[in-house]
């Protein structure tokens, strides 16, 4: 079985009913061999469902609540995603753990709510600079990642490694340092499930361009990517998508 080849659009907290417009238009007429994922803020996940529904485009949340109901006003449950039509949730991503002090077991708790509402969970992983310059990279993803295996569905989670020096920074991990920790990362799930490890959608994030795409993506344990500022402009996360091998 051949690994999922996916690309995912992480908004955050931009865009407007216009970008939804511009990137469906846009995407309806592009020929990509890998699935697309779009993660917008909120607010427009019901515009941007029905304006793919006849498109190969799912839609994603950015985060969820590890709480399923109640008196949290704010919150999104991973169920009122799942039911306005998402396939897909973001958790874990580093601006989560350093601005709102999500620790790995809130995020595991997170994942296991969002698998159960019948969602992909896609985890994100990743190291400081000065994890980094340390020779703490493997230490600090396997430990981000050993809070979630032990209970998790491997067939409804992507892993995606984020070093978070390299988020929005301009600073892009080398092709070379991106297949390393990828190659960790596959290498660790499978002493959790083998199997799962030899299907298991791996991505990589942090200033993802079109100029580096092609060389990221071409690297052996890399199946896409997690996007972020370049998924704002159409032109470049399309050429993106054109990136990743079929």
């Not at 449950?77 to 601005?99: D, N, T």
């Not at 990279?137 to 892993?159: E, P």
């Not at 994030?205 to 690297?219: D, H, M, R």
Request: proline content about 2%; some cysteine.
């Amino acid at each position: 079985m051949m690994r999922q080849s996916l690309v995912i659009a992480n908004w955050k907290l931009n865009g407007n009913l216009k970008l939804v417009d511009d990137m469906v238009s846009a995407l309806a007429s592009a020929r990509c061999s890998a699935d697309v994922v779009i993660c917008p803020p909120a607010p427009y996940l019901a515009a941007l469902e029905t304006a793919t529904q006849r498109l190969n485009i799912e839609v994603g949340g950015q985060n969820c609540s590890v709480y399923s109901n109640g008196a949290y006003t704010g919150e999104i449950a991973a169920e009122m995603l799942a039911e306005v039509g998402c396939k897909y949730v973001l958790l874990g991503h580093s601006e989560r753990r350093a601005l709102f002090a999500e620790d790995d077991t809130l995020i595991a708790k997170k994942v296991q709510l969002a698998q159960q509402a019948g969602l992909t969970a896609v985890l994100c992983v990743g190291e400081t600079l000065q994890q980094r310059e340390a020779g703490k990279t493997l230490d600090v993803v396997k430990a981000q990642l050993s809070a979630v295996l032990n209970d998790v569905d491997f067939n409804r989670l992507v892993v995606a490694y984020e070093p978070v020096w390299a988020i929005g920074t301009g600073e892009t991990a080398t092709p070379e340092q991106a297949q390393e920790v990828h190659a960790a990362i596959r290498q660790y799930v499978a002493t959790f499930n083998t199997d799962a490890a030899s299907k298991l959608a791996l991505l990589y994030g942090g200033s993802v361009k079109p100029e580096n795409a092609e060389i990221l993506f071409a690297q052996d344990d890399i199946d896409g990517g997690l996007i972020g500022g370049a998924s704002l402009n159409t032109d470049q996360f399309l050429a993106i998508c054109s990136a990743v091998k079929g």
